[in-house]
């Protein structure tokens, strides 16, 4: 084992973390002790502790994985088990060293048993405002639509989001399978937030190619990039990426998890920086993949081989990425260069 020079702790670099999905989020232990409570049973993979195997590149693996998904998303049934779960995510941001949070959330799945699409969602709002008052982390949503279902019910959930872009709604976005349908079926969706000031922010370039990020920009209007880390497949697409500063919300474990790429080292994390494409690192569902924010920079320190000063311009990339007001971003950067001009005195970081 070769000699390691002492590296500053990752947990101490302050970061924002734009990509992360509500039930994803769940700690294991929750999920177990809410299935306990709601008497669900939960599959085998959900069990054991360890991330389950899973393999979406192929239509099958990414349905077993939607599956796994839904299942786990059924155990959050009443206020307590929402505002539990907002609570338990902003202790583990801070923990990770994560300043800002933007949750991504679908509230049709939840608004059934909790009176509709708008109390569900005023509710995650209100759990929202009261994890960031007691934690100190910084926390918006995401309004997501779901690709699957209709462009309807993409414009009704956009329509409710700008209803709610003044308490703590700051964009819309679009997940699930990327090569299922056309974004330009949901581009109308996407002007009604772009017009009631919501950054889009839609899903590409995970499992489908460089074309799905370029239908994001050019259908949707895009913001940022949820994943996006297959334009490293196109270099003008690279170029494009980096003249706009159009940030894209790399997620190496989830990648390495769902099979988008074989290995840790396969993630082309070195090529779109390189290229001077934003990056803001993210963990996705850290409850399906095993790892949260953190563990992202040490990915980048440990396989990619990122110094100090390089993961320090990933967070502070993470923090110009995010929609925090200027105050907050100002007071990031400035603690972002104070970690990096932080004497190294010893190895901290056990990783
Ligand atoms: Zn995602």
């Known amino acids: 084992m070769e000699h390691q020079p002492p590296r500053r702790d990752v947990l101490g670099l302050p970061k924002a973390h734009l990509h992360l999905h509500f039930t994803g989020s769940m700690r294991p232990a929750t999920l ?6 709601h008497r669900v049973r939960l599959p085998e993979a959900l069990l054991g502790g360890t991330p389950p195997k899973l393999r979406a590149t192929d239509e099958r693996g990414w349905f077993r994985f939607q599956r796994l998904y839904d299942t786990a ?12 779960l907002v609570r338990e995510t902003a202790e583990d941001e801070v923990a990770d060293g994560s300043r800002w949070l933007e949750i991504q959330i679908d509230p049709t799945s939840y608004a ?14 209100d759990a929202v405002r009261e994890a960031s008052a007691a934690t100190g982390v910084g926390i918006r949503v995401l309004v997501a639509a779901n690709r699957m279902k209709s462009p309807m019910d993409a414009r009704t959930l956009a329509r409710l989001a700008v209803r709610y872009a003044d308490q703590g709604v700051v964009g819309f ?18 002007l009604i937030a772009r017009k009631g000031d919501l950054l889009a922010a839609p899903h590409g370039g995970e499992l489908a190619g460089p074309e799905s990020v370029r239908d994001c920009l050019d259908d949707l209007g895009a913001g940022r990039i949820g994943h996006g880390v ?5 270099p003008r697409l690279l170029q494009r990426l980096a003249d706009r500063q ?5 997620c190496p474990a989830s990648n390495v998890s769902l099979g988008v790429y074989e290995e840790d080292s396969a993630v082309p994390l070195r090529t779109l920086f390189d290229a001077g494409v934003p990056l803001a690192l993210g963990a996705d569902d850290p409850l399906l993949f095993g790892s949260r924010l953190a563990a992202q920079y040490r990915l980048a320190r440990d396989v990619h081989g990122f110094s100090d000063a390089e993961l320090a311009e990933l967070a502070r990339q993470s923090v110009r990425g995010s929609r925090a007001p200027d105050s907050v971003q100002k007071e990031l950067l400035g603690d972002i260069d104070a970690w990096l001009t932080t004497p190294i005195t010893e190895r901290t970081d056990a990783s």
């Open 32 to 37: 177990l002790e809410l299935a306990d409570k």
């Open 73 to 84: 998303r059924s155990v959050l049934r009443d206020e307590q088990d929402i505002r539990r």
């Open 112 to 125: 059934p048993r909790l009176g509709g699409l708008i109390p569900a969602l005023e509710l995650i709002l």
């Open 173 to 190: 976005g679009l997940s699930n399978d990327e090569r299922r349908g056309l974004a330009r079926d949901f581009d109308r969706a996407f």
């Open 230 to 234: 297959r334009a490293a497949e196109d």
């Open 246 to 250: 159009i940030t894209c919300e790399v």
